[in-house]
């Protein structure tokens, strides 16, 4: 398995610009998981999945960030407008039902200008 | 509200020596405990985990111990090596909890020759 794959590895926008953040988990994992990593609060979890539905959103900073599972294959996390705040390092996890440990894809890199 | 606390944001050690980082939790329902190595562009990946029904768990030069009363867990790295020099994360969870990791801020670990 090629493992969680993410797109794209570097983001540079704008202020108010939208950004769309892709995630494909690993094949038969049905728990995925949206991370943000900053300096300050090192890795924050944004929002989980499992079996596509959302089952905690609580981490999601503000209504400008959303994210979607329309199949078990597929996840989005999209911020509409961008502010230069929100520029970090966004990972994806996922992980199967019978172990706890999550395997993350290799980020995407987040610049707000 | 920090769940989970690395106080030490960063290590130095000599290469052959022991490394030990420290990891502090504060609720009481984390049950799973787990540490990720992540290296610079990388995504973190799995290194060690524990469950609250041992108190050390030994995987080559890698070792974790847990004190539960003291809600504190360690890794230990003997003998330390140049390639060991990473960012480490403490993560924990409940089984309760489908899986959801809450991670600490992170160490950085430099093994020095």
């Known amino acids: 398995d090629a493992g969680v794959i993410q797109s794209p590895r570097h983001e540079v926008t704008e202020m108010g610009q939208e950004v769309t953040l892709r995630c494909k988990p690993i094949s038969g994992h049905n728990s995925l998981f949206w991370y943000r990593q900053t300096m300050m609060r090192g890795l924050e979890l944004l929002i989980y999945f499992n079996n596509n539905v959302p089952i905690d959103d609580s981490g999601m900073p503000e209504d400008r960030f959303s994210a979607k599972m329309p199949n078990a294959s597929f996840s989005t996390l999209k911020i509409q407008p961008s502010e230069p705040r929100d520029s970090a390092v966004y990972f994806c996890?996922?992980?199967?039902?019978?172990?706890?440990?999550?395997?993350f894809g290799q980020g995407t890199r987040l610049t707000v200008v | 509200d920090q769940q989970v606390k690395q106080n030490s944001p960063s290590l130095s050690v000599q290469e052959g020596r022991i490394s030990i980082l420290n990891c502090d939790y504060t609720n009481s329902m984390f049950d799973y405990f787990l540490w990720y190595k992540k290296y610079p562009a990388e995504g973190p990946t799995f290194l060690i985990s524990?469950?609250?029904?041992?108190d050390k768990n030994e995987d080559g030069r890698f070792t974790v111990f847990l004190n539960k009363s003291a809600k504190h867990l360690s890794l230990h790295i003997v003998p330390s090596q140049p390639g060991d020099s990473a960012v480490y994360f403490c993560a924990a969870s409940s089984l309760r909890g489908a899986s959801k990791l809450t991670f600490g801020t992170g160490t950085r670990l430099q093994v020095t020759l």
């Open positions: 524990i469950s609250s029904i041992k």
């Open positions: 996890a996922s992980n199967g039902q019978l172990n706890t440990e999550a395997f």
